[in-house]
C-alpha cells in the first residue's frame, strides 16, 4: 500500500490534469494513511502538486497537516497560500491563528487590494478560528442565511437595509455577488468589484472605491456605490447576494 501511496502522489504534478485528478481521488480513497507520505512529499512537489495535495488534507481534516500548512501560507504563490488558508478552517487548529496573523499581516503590508481572494480567505479564516472579530451588525446577521452550496447569502429584497447598516456601523463594502436560485440549481447573475463587472445582463454604475479618501468618507463612498448598484438590479424572491466587508481595522 505504501508504494501505491507515493506512486499517487508522485502523479499529483503529472502533465495530464485527468491523471492528477484520479490521484487526488485515488488518495482521498484511500484513507487516513496517506497524510504522512503526502507531507513529507510537499516540500518537493509542484504548484498543481501542492494545491491538490490542500484538497487532500482540507477532505480529510486531519491536524498533522496543520505544519505543513502554516509553511504554505508563506509560498510564492497567492493561489497556494489562500487554499491553504481555507484548508486550516477546516482542520480547526487554533495552533494556526498566529501563522495565519503574520500572512494577514503581510498581505496588508503588500499593498494589495483588500477584496483578493488571498485577502478574503486569510480574514474568513482568522474570523472562524477566533483571531478576528468580525463586525457583524444585528440585521445583517439576523438576516444571514444558507442556500444550498452558498453557506452566506442575503435575500435581495433586504440587501439596501444591509448596506446601510453595515455602514452606519464603520464597515467598507468591497463587493456585491448576486446569484439566483432555481430549480436547474444555483448560478450567479454578475459580480461587481472596483476592477469592474463580470457576468452578464447587469449594466454597473459605475463601481470604483477610492482608497485615498479618509475612513468615514470611505465607507459613505462605498455605501453610495452599493445602493447605487441596486438600482440597476434584479431583485426577486429567487435573488441572494453576497457580500464581503471590512473594518479599519483591516487596513
Known sequence: ??????????QLDDDSTDVAEGAKHGLMAIGLDVIDPLIDALPESEFYGQLSAIEV???????????????LLSSESSTVREWAAWALVDIGSQETVAALQDAYNRFRASGD????T???????????????????????????QSVGILDRVWPSARLAEVIDELAACNQVVLYLMLWTVTDRGIFMLWTVTDRGIF????????WCHDRSLGWPDLVAS??????????????????YA??????????
Not at 468580525?134 to 446577521?141: A, D, Q, R, S
Not at 457576468?199 to 459605475?206: D, I, N, P
Request: charged fraction near 25%; glycine fraction near 10%; include cysteine.
Open 57 to 71: 488534507f482540507e477532505y480529510f481534516g486531519d491536524v498533522r497537516a496543520a505544519g505543513v500548512l502554516t509553511e
Open 222 to 239: 462605498a455605501r453610495d456605490a452599493a445602493v447605487l448598484e441596486l438600482a440597476f438590479t434584479r431583485i426577486g424572491d429567487n435573488v
Open 242 to 251: 453576497t457580500l464581503e466587508w471590512i473594518d479599519q481595522s483591516d487596513l
Open 113 to 116: 487590494d483588500p477584496d483578493f
Open 118 to 144: 488571498e485577502a478574503v480567505a486569510l480574514r474568513r479564516s482568522l474570523t472562524r478560528l477566533g483571531g478576528r472579530q468580525e463586525v457583524l451588525p444585528p440585521l445583517t446577521g439576523s438576516l444571514c
Open 199 to 206: 457576468g452578464s445582463g447587469h449594466e454597473s454604475s459605475g
Open 1 to 10: 500500500m505504501v508504494d501505491r501511496i507515493l506512486e499517487l502522489i508522485g
